[in-house]
């Protein structure tokens, strides 16, 4: 099974939060500690990567929404 990266985040909880989106899809995902781990509550580097099949999947799933453009 090949994984990608999707994204990385300055600190863990945002991958987390974004997993646990993932997760309610049915989206299987794992989480990649890309630091040392802080004990000043500065968080540590992470990243988010998805299997290679649901790459697009998620992409859509964590884009922000279009905006609406008026006529």
Wanted: glycine residues 4%.
């Amino acid at each position: 099974m090949t994984w990608i990266t999707l994204l990385t985040t300055s600190t863990r909880w945002q991958a987390e939060l974004m997993q646990q989106l993932l997760a309610s899809h049915d989206i299987p995902t794992k989480i990649i500690d890309l630091g040392v781990k802080s004990y000043l509550g500065a968080g540590t580097p992470a990243a988010l990567q998805v299997r290679l099949l649901d790459k697009w999947t998620a992409l859509l799933l964590l884009s922000p929404p279009e905006d609406e453009q008026e006529t």
